[in-house]
């Protein structure tokens, strides 16, 4: 399980409070008695993975620093419907504050993790890892990549200052493929791979012999696959294989049967459905 980069995290709440609170919630300043205590909890509505349960946590925390929240379960964890997956005991105010947030992050993150391991699932059995992409909601990255670990999925670049991944634009741009990677290999340092991404054989092999280290095979076939995938390990056996492009549920198997090591799927942030999760609060 990853982890969650504590004060980037409390800053990210913050905003998203201060959106959502404006000068006040005025409904409940208006109808609830101030130091009213209250109780609440959050209550799966159907079968899921859970994630963001410190997310929620810090939303109440940050409204309030002495709340805190009492899971039941863990991030990662697979529930039933009708399971309670934490409760927090505090003043009503406070509760009813923070509701809206900790239930639109547990429920996005809950999808996503969610949708991973239906993913990971998936290629069960095969050397494939699931991994995700930088297709994220602006400011919920580190949120969104941390629900595909929950999942079981693993976290491709964060962001474009963390990885080499020439692409189709780039290679446009800088006249083929060998003489982008070669470009790359001269311009950043050692500790740094090159991944570059492929679609024809000849492509496969000037990245190959300019010395990448990854080689992306974007939107071929399950078959074209596995026919570069067989000329990449005889040519250097040691590179590393990605698939990216209409990866799907129905079609990701055979991406993995083809012999690849990775399978990023954008689906897992940008195609997540936010679950059911529900959040009761009573007189405390």
Known sequence: MGWLDEGALFNQITAFLAEDLGRGDITTQACIKRNQNARGRFIAKEPMTVAGLEAAEAVFATIDSQQQLEAFVSDGEQVEAGKVIARTNGFADVLLAGERLALNLLQRLSGIATLTRTYVEAVEGTNAA??????????????????????????????????????????????????????????????????????????????????????????????????????????????????????????????????????????LTHSARALDISFKIQPG
């Open 130 to 267: 699931v991994v995700d992409t930088r297709k994220t909601v602006p400011g919920l990255r580190m949120l969104e990549k941390y629900a595909v670990q929950a999942g079981g999925g693993r976290n491709h670049r964060f962001g474009l200052d963390d990885g080499v991944l020439i692409k189709d634009n780039h290679v446009a741009l800088a006249g083929g493929v060998g003489a982008a990677v070669k470009r790359a290999k001269e311009a950043v340092g050692h500790l740094h791979k090159i991944e570059v991404e492929v679609s024809t054989e000849r492509d496969l092999r000037e990245a190959i012999e300019e010395g990448a280290d990854i080689l992306l095979l974007d939107n071929l076939t399950p078959e074209e696959t596995a026919r570069l995938v067989q000329i990449a390990r005889e040519r250097a056996p040691g590179v590393l294989l990605e698939s990216s492009g209409g990866i799907t549920l129905a079609n990701v198997r055979a991406y993995a049967e083809a012999g690849v090591d990775l399978i990023s799927v954008g689906a």
